[in-house]
């Protein structure tokens, strides 16, 4: 029964981001007891109305008489992972923390591709010649496939 019941949110879901081309899902689970938790985002962000809207398009179309289920609809967060490409773009110039296999970077979100992302920041390092240390730009592209994790980092 819930394989059938996901499939019906499923293409519900889909039928409202075509008349929403501005919105997308982030992530749909279903639990055991078709407990149902959809996140999204949306190119200009996400408003309660958005949310709104979201819950609507299932709740309104499903028979409560056939499934006995619990819906929550949220927003990415500012905290959340980018899982996506489209989440990317909103975040130009913004600080991210990306974790790749190779290691992790945190810098300037400066730009973007379609396979893939750049960030700058400054560092100490030591001199090439003599005692101390100078103050060096860096800069790091990172293929959208080796991304782990990737962060933004909330500064106050």
């Known amino acids: 029964?819930?394989?059938?019941?996901?499939?019906?949110?499923?293409?519900?879901?889909?039928?409202f981001f075509e008349e929403r081309p501005d919105l997308f899902l982030?992530?749909?689970?279903?639990?055991?007891d078709l407990s149902v938790r959809v996140v999204v985002d949306g190119d200009n962000g996400v408003n309660v109305n958005d949310c709104v809207e979201v819950s609507r398009a299932i709740e309104h179309h499903l028979?409560?008489?056939k499934y006995d289920f619990s819906l929550d609809v949220l927003s990415a967060g500012a905290t959340a992972p980018l899982?996506?490409?489209?989440?990317?773009?909103?975040?130009?110039g913004r600080t991210l923390k990306i974790d790749t296999a190779e290691g992790s970077f945190k810098g300037e979100f400066t730009s973007i591709s379609d396979q893939l992302i750049t960030l700058r920041w400054?560092?100490?390092?030591?001199?090439p010649v003599g005692k101390g240390k100078t103050t060096v730009e860096c800069e790091q592209q990172i293929e959208f496939d080796q991304i782990i994790n990737a962060q933004i980092?909330?500064?106050?």
């Open 1 to 15: 029964m819930s394989e059938t019941f996901r499939k019906e949110v499923s293409v519900l879901l889909d039928a």
């Open 26 to 32: 982030i992530e749909l689970n279903i639990g055991a």
């Open 63 to 65: 028979d409560r008489e």
């Open 83 to 92: 899982k996506h490409l489209r989440q990317f773009k909103q975040h130009l």
């Open 122 to 127: 400054k560092e100490r390092q030591p001199k």
């Open 153 to 156: 980092e909330l500064i106050f």
